[in-house]
Each structure stands twice: as structure tokens, then as C-alpha cells.
T-cell receptor, first 110, second 114 residues
């Protein structure tokens, strides 16, 4: 099957610092990418998306960067807050399939 | 609260048994997706229904089946259960069938097969 960032790294940041979470995807046919946040005991929650014709998209405190040359996505969270502690997944949608990575666990230290 | 509901919240059963998981999408959403989340496989797309019809199929085993009813709720049937089927099963819904339509996830059903 497809692989989207199969590693589950952990990231610890101080409250107020910026966080960067990385993801590698594998399918060149993917034209749409999404970042999800999953808090303990809950389902994934949409954060931000980006289409393959863009290389950057900004939301509220979050920015997604897409580098199609190296098949890499990143999620930047500005001024990280304790409520940002969660597992973050990237996902790609080639040919109407949906592939998720195993995620990155973000811990915010107060 | 995403507006997507799933029942039951927890389910414990034995190998070889059959279970049914239920999902009610957000009001107005026509697409329902099913996902399996296990520790070793991460979040895996199983199947999508749109307005009662199968729209896309992912890594769904032959022992598993799903359907979407006229009132748009969906059921995922898991049969001949194995230990490895123990996982969280999520349902998500979206307004349309488009792959780029935002999906809203339910709280999940935790299945334990003993």
C-alpha cells in the first residue's frame, strides 16, 4: 500500500515556541493533502489542507508547506499552546483514496 | 463535537463473532467514510458511501462490509472476527463525494476481540 510518513516521532516544545511537524508522502498522483489533529480519546479533526498547485497555505496560527519535488509536507504551528498537544497526521488523496501517516505526537511543555 | 455520532462506543467480543458498528453523519452530509485505526497500521481507509452508493473502496477485508441506508446512516459489519481486528473504527462524513471535501470524524468505536 501507500506510505505516508509511517514513523511516529515525538516532538516536545515549550509553550509559546513554534512547532514544525514533517511528513513524507509517496504518491506523485496525490493532488490534495490534509493535516489532522487527534486528541486522546477523540477522532481526527481537520486543521488545514493544501492542493498540489500551491506550495504554501496559511490558517489561524498554522501554515502548511508543500514541496512536491521531494514529496514533503510540513505543518507549522505558531506560538504553540498546551491545547495543541495531540497527535498530528498528514493525509494524501490520490485517485480517490485516503492515506494517512501514523502521526507525530506533539507535547507542549507549560 | 463534530456532529457525527457512532455507536457503540466500546464493543468486546470473541473471535469468530460478527458485529455491527453504526454511524450517523452530520446533518446534510451525503458521504460516509469508514476507517480503522490500529497501533501497528495507523489510520486506514476502508470504504466510502455517497448517497447510498459505494463510492470508493480502500483496504477493506472481504470479511467486512458496509452499507448506507436511505436516511444516510451507515453500518459497518465485521464478521469472522480475528484478534487482529481489534482497533478503533472511525466514521467520517462530508457534504459531497469529492476527495477534497472536508471530512468530519466521529468519536469512534473501540472494538476488542478476545
Amino acid at each position: 500500500g501507500e506510505s505516508v510518513g509511517l514513523h511516529l516521532p515525538t516532538l516536545s516544545v515549550q509553550e509559546g515556541d513554534n512547532s514544525i511537524i514533517n511528513c513524507a508522502y509517496s504518491n506523485s498522483a496525490s493532488d490534495y493533502f490534509i493535516w489532522y489533529k487527534q486528541e486522546s480519546g477523540k477522532g481526527p479533526q481537520f486543521i488545514i489542507d493544501i492542493r498540489s498547485n500551491m506550495d504554501k497555505r496559511q490558517g489561524q496560527r498554522v501554515t502548511v508547506l508543500l514541496n512536491k519535488t521531494v514529496k514533503h509536507l510540513s505543518l507549522q504551528i505558531a506560538a504553540t499552546q498546551p491545547g495543541d498537544s495531540a497527535v498530528y497526521f498528514c493525509a494524501e488523496t490520490p485517485l480517490h483514496q485516503f492515506y494517512f501517516g501514523t502521526g507525530t505526537s506533539l507535547t507542549v511543555i507549560p | 463535537d463534530s456532529g457525527v455520532t457512532q455507536t457503540p462506543k466500546h464493543l468486546i467480543t470473541a473471535t469468530g463473532q460478527r458485529v455491527t458498528l453504526r454511524c450517523s453523519p452530520r446533518s446534510g452530509d451525503l458521504s460516509v467514510y469508514w476507517y480503522q485505526q490500529s497501533l501497528d497500521q495507523g489510520l486506514q481507509f476502508l470504504i466510502q458511501y455517497y448517497n447510498g452508493e459505494e463510492r470508493a473502496k480502500g483496504n477493506i477485508l472481504e470479511r467486512f462490509s458496509a452499507q448506507q441506508f436511505p436516511d444516510l446512516h451507515s453500518e459497518l459489519n465485521l464478521s469472522s472476527l480475528e484478534l487482529g481486528d481489534s482497533a478503533l473504527y472511525f466514521c467520517a462524513s462530508s457534504r459531497t463525494s469529492g476527495a477534497s471535501d472536508t471530512q468530519y470524524f466521529g468519536p469512534g468505536t473501540r472494538l476488542t476481540v478476545l
